[in-house]
């Protein structure tokens, strides 16, 4: 039988088919990634139209820097992402713990759990600040059952941010009481069986045994949970719009009023690059710490 | 191998070649058609109407107001015009945000639009020569013409929706206090003695002798200049508030706080509304447009046939909101976009507005109707006035929002006045300003001597 031979090899089938996927990536990421770096190194009025970018290097990234309101709005950012990380952590590892299980009784509870996951930020931020409103809102009818004064959450200093720190572990526990089940799930049962037959308490067992054999789930929570908190955007925007005062002016939605409302985006641009350059350090020292961990609990 | 799975192979092989080159080729003609320049837009003639394009798209806040009465022309324009109309609502954010793109790119998507910001005057079609040939003329409220969006002496747009900042005043507690209604504007001064002497009077009834949207950041801006009776622009070109004067107006507005609601800095527009219609405040600081309709309505109100409208406080500056109806300059459709602003704009559809959708004002010829006047007795006078008198913000959006932070900082008890006017005169000094806004400024007295 005389065998046809193929038009074209294996390999320039497959750069064909991958063709469409670059194309795709450079129209998606690379292309507009080298935009913003072009922005973020030029001087460009966008209301003038027609008016060529000038190069000013890097003196975008220093008018970032030394912008007083960016370097408030990035501490707001990292407050926020500190402490809702920090709280989500330890309460969706202690829910997680416990709802972890195979009974009808813990999947209904499980599933009831992760609903706020489901329901979208600009929906969550809408409730949550009718539900704190000064004067119509339930937390403080609740309150005035107890006999206590009704708080302006949402509009006092140091009220602002906790009740949106509050409004976040109200929505993303869930993801991490879900990694921590299947953490606490998946792990083997003979240490945990070894412990108690020498006797070790539930608190020894969780504390030196599962926590660390966790290690590394909890850290994957971290990364996820703080990157996320630290671009919050949607809370901030249906809830305090950044305020009072600067109190919650988020990076993301500090960024978001500069360039798609006053057009600097040049500005934008510069400082978008600084956000992500934090990000990726975030995730290069929670990567090093999962490794450390990792070997830590085998 | 075997022959047949070998055999097998080469048939897919070939029907992945084939399927491959087959995507690849209708991907790269799709991305080609993609490319190619877009028709050029029409006007295509219609009988009797060549000088009129086939469609017209025009911008308005999405309220169930302005969008609504534009939604009510549309029949009758298109059936005289006989140009397609399209009413394109969107929030307010969106809006400026549209308005705005579609005048940056000069794609023309919008042939009429409500609003710009000053930086995109540039890109609007001046007015005065289609108000010259048609000799378009109405009894437009003194001086708002001149508040309409201008550059380099251009005319550029309509008004419409004017309102300024009022203030309510609950007329049977000023009677009980002694208080006559004023038909003048008060001091300040006089303001502040008077709100304080009802809040002392009342408070034990649970009735606050002010209230004004404290939580509202948008809003403080305006609070503050109401209060501030100096330059916006230095003499150098440069946004800039005097010191001194800047730091008497947050301490008064900080003094009139003291008269309000314990929980006013958490109060939304809409909420410092409700307090004085429930009855629990003497005087409120508002938008009449929000309110007005509302407050002889006994299902929303415990105030009907008990309020009035009094002249806003002097000196300072009243603001002033109002739409601005202005035509793209890359429009397609220049004569159909001028014939629906005449529409849209002129005194029969501004009270038509005002009694149907409580918007409107722009106009004398509303503001002095017999009949509306008899109906709006306790406002209408006020309202006049505070509309002549009234003021349009003359810094840019940025400034303006900077500054309503800053004035909630202080507010708040975060910053000192002093620091929180340093604060904002440093911002407001790397901010680039309008030259139109700069224009603005000097007609309106509020440039450094």
Known sequence: MKIKQPLLSETKMLVIFLIPLVAVLLLTDIIPLG??????????????????????????????IADPVFRGSFRVSFGFALGSTLVELLLGLLVGYMVVGESWTMRVVRTIIIIPMFIPGVVVGTIWRMMLNVNAGIVNYALGLIGMLPQTWLSAANTALPSIILMDVWYSTSFVIVLMVAGISTMPPDPVRAAMVDGASRWQIFRYIMLPMLAPVLSVAVLFRFIGSFFVLDHVYTTTYGGPGFATNAMSFHLYRQGLLYFNLSYTAAASWLMIGFALLIILVLNWLRRVLEHYAS | MNGKMYARQLRRREFLKVAGLTGIGISGARLLAACAP?????????????????????????SGTYDAAANDMVAAFEAEYGTKVTV??????????????????GAGNYDVMSGASADLWAYLEPLDPYIQRDSYKQSFVPGLLDKMPHFQGALLGLPYGADSYGMAIRTDLFKEAGIEVPEEAWTWDEFDKNVADLHAKFKDRGISGFVLAGGAVDQLGPFFWGRYDGYHWSKDGVLKHDETMSVAALERLMQELQSCPDNVLGLSIDEANAVFLAGNAC??????SFIRAVMDDPQQSKIAGKWAFMPYPTPGFDYLSVWPLVINKTSKNKEAAWEWL??????????????????????????????????????????????????VPVVIDEA????????????????SSKDGIAKINEKWATMRGAQPEYEMAVAQGLVQK
């Not at chain 2, 877009?38 to 911008?59: C, D, N, V, W």
């Not at chain 2, 005087?283 to 009449?288: A, D, K, Y």
Request: with cysteine.
């Open chain 2, 342 to 391: 005449k529409a849209y704009v002129n005194e029969e559809a501004d009270k038509r507005t005002f009694e149907k959708y409580g918007f409107g004002l722009a106009m004398t010829t509303t503001l002095e109707d017999p009949g509306l006047m008899a109906k709006h007795s306790n406002d209408f006078p006020a309202t006049l006035a505070n509309l002549s008198r009234a003021k």
């Open chain 2, 283 to 288: 005087v409120l600081e508002c938008w009449p």
């Open chain 2, 88 to 105: 394109a609502a969107f929030p307010w954010m969106g809006l400026v945000s549209n308005n705005a793109k579609d005048l940056i790119t």
């Open chain 2, 400 to 415: 303006e929002f900077f500054l309503g932070q800053v004035v909630s900082e202080v507010v708040n008890g975060i910053a």
């Open chain 2, 38 to 62: 877009a028709p050029t837009g029409e006007p295509t003639a219609m009988a009797g109407t060549t000088q009129f394009g086939s469609s017209l798209t025009a911008t308005y806040m999405s």
């Open chain 1, 35 to 64: 935009f913003s770096t072009y922005l973020a190194t030029s001087s460009w009025q966008l209301v003038d139209r027609g008016a060529s970018a000038t190069w000013v290097g890097i003196e975008n990234f220093r008018k970032v």
